[in-house]
């Protein structure tokens, strides 16, 4: 199988690069993608950033993917669950670490 070269995809390779190239510190990696792209890739770098124990960025993401949903997606957005999976993650890894503060919504 040849290896990904920008072509055509269904979003999930490009939101999937975009997201740990944004959980690396490449913030202008979101910048092409659609908003509820944005918003799966910020949650699921938050998920990765709490992960690694990186709580301050990994808030900053979520808060940010949080903030940018409130603005309206699409019903039955796969985005959604990004952010159930995100903030579960983050919450489960910071209260392990007793330093938790929810964003507010």
Do not use: C, H
């Not at 993650?89 to 507010?104: A, D, F, G, M, Q």
């Amino acid at each position: 199988m040849p290896a990904f070269d920008g072509g055509a995809d269904d979003g999930v390779i490009t939101r999937a690069v975009a997201t740990l190239r944004y959980a690396s510190g490449d913030a202008a990696a979101l910048m092409s993608l659609s908003l509820q792209d944005r918003v799966a890739a910020l949650a699921g770098a938050a998920a990765a950033l709490a992960g690694r124990s990186e709580f301050k960025s990994a808030l900053a993401g979520y808060s940010e993917a949080v903030q940018l949903a409130s603005t309206g997606l699409p019903p039955g957005s796969s985005a959604v669950r990004s952010l159930a999976v995100g903030g579960n993650t983050w919450l489960w890894r910071s209260n392990r670490k007793k330093i938790v503060t929810l964003p507010k919504l």
